[in-house]
């Protein structure tokens, strides 16, 4: 854990700890719109750029691979970095990647500037997290984490039904264009608020490698990659499933996605509240209420308000993962908390290439719009599974689960 971090109210005012972590939260907000915006403006790429359905969501694979492949490499090499100026770099990455995908002249440059674009989002949480947890301190610190995480579920409410609505009107490049802003915005505030913070002492890449010999480390991953992909296996396909199946109007989509956004804000908040109680008991719950919740999104997927309702619940159990699932990597490897704190955001977007894929198999397969959400509660299962096989390790290890 980040006990040995004396931080927190000790050291920092709470006024100065909330400006710093809001600051932070504005990171996330960023790579939230550009993540999920995507899928609102596929059917506008598609149509656009002239590829299928599949090819369309390549954008949100390639994406994910650039997060699980930037991650871990990243994070390690910012091991022994001060972790603004960290954050500060890899933020000016993520800005000149979105140039360069505003600027695309053809679907395989796109491709490559969502690679690019996704290769600095785990290593900037990595240290947000870091961060914010420990200037709040041991007690708070899931809270905190879901503070800045929870930047990237409100942009889901705010910026992705805004920047959909701009992509419809005027073009889905000014996305992009959009994000890029956010991204020097967020360098700004940074700047300004965030304090310097030095990581723990005796931090090296040697010591965060050995993390990767902890059998709880992988079976967290395991985790949040199959217990997340379900999600995105739904959400990546949701404009046609909102169009095609519930026979809503392209002109609805920025709303049903502002629902689906508000759940994430819920299920952000509240997985963050209760994982300070129990990390592992909030993750088992929230598993199988997305087992539950995507089996009814696939038979009442044709009832457009009860989709609708069904899908902001799948938002409120899927986000509940994030915070929970986050505090748990951290715990299992206490001396390597750069990598571990990274490992999540690879897992998370492993679990939306993976979904994506899922639901472009299933589809291309014939088997229609709905099957994405069988499969999904399918992998939620899974996740269930491999939750409580964590419980049964981390008692065995003497911990608090």
């Not at 992009?176 to 890449?205: C, D, H, K, N, Y």
């Not at 908040?269 to 993750?283: E, Y």
């Not at 509940?320 to 206490?334: E, F, G, K, V």
Request: charged share 10%; proline share 3%; hydrophobic share 55%.
């Amino acid at each position: 854990m980040l006990t040995a971090e004396r931080t927190g109210e000790q050291q920092l005012g709470r006024a100065t700890i909330g400006l710093a972590i809001f600051a932070l939260s504005i990171g996330g907000f960023a790579v939230g719109v550009t993540e999920f915006a995507i899928m609102g403006l596929q059917r506008e790429i598609v149509y656009d750029l002239g590829v299928s359905y599949a090819q369309g969501g390549l954008l949100v694979t390639f994406y994910a691979l650039g997060v699980v492949i930037g991650s871990p490499v990243l994070a390690l090499l910012g091991a022994k970095r001060e972790r603004r100026k960290s954050a500060l770099l890899l933020l000016a990455l993520f800005a000149a990647a979105h140039v360069l995908s505003f600027l695309a002249p053809n679907f395989e440059t796109l491709l490559a500037a969502r690679l690019i674009s996704g290769l600095p989002h785990g290593a900037f949480f990595a240290s947000a997290v870091l961060m914010a947890a420990q200037m709040a301190g041991p007690a708070k610190r899931s809270r905190a984490i879901a503070m800045v995480l929870g930047g990237l579920a409100v942009a889901n409410v705010s910026g992705v039904p805004a920047v959909t609505w701009v992509g419809q009107q005027f073009g889905w490049r000014w996305m992009f264009a959009i994000v890029a802003a956010l991204a020097v915005t967020t360098m700004a505030a940074i700047r300004i608020f965030a304090p310097r913070q030095e990581p723990p002492a005796g931090a090296s890449m040697r010591g965060e490698l050995k993390a990767l010999a902890n059998r709880r480390l992988w079976v967290g991953i395991g985790i949040a990659v199959v217990g997340c992909s379900g999600m995105f296996a739904v959400y990546t396909y949701l404009p046609h499933t909102s169009v095609e199946v519930a026979g809503l109007s392209d002109s609805n989509l920025p709303w049903v996605i502002l629902i689906f956004g508000t759940g994430m804000v819920v299920g952000t908040f509240a997985g963050g509240w209760v994982s300070d109680k129990s990390v592992l008991g909030t993750v088992a719950i929230a598993a199988g209420l997305v087992a539950t919740f995507m089996t009814l999104f696939g038979l009442m997927a044709h009832i457009a308000w009860l989709m609708i309702a069904l899908l902001f619940l799948i938002g409120v159990a899927t986000s509940a993962l994030n915070p929970a699932m986050q505090t748990h990597l951290i715990d299992t490897t206490p001396k390597a908390p750069q990598l571990a704190a990274s490992f999540h955001h690879s897992a998370f977007n492993a679990a939306n290439a993976l979904g994506a894929l899922i639901g472009g198999i299933v589809i291309e397969a014939g088997l229609g719009l709905r099957a994405p959400a069988f499969a999904g509660a399918l992998a939620a299962a899974l996740g269930l599974l491999l939750t409580l096989y964590a419980i049964k390790l981390t008692r065995r290890a003497g911990e608090r689960v």
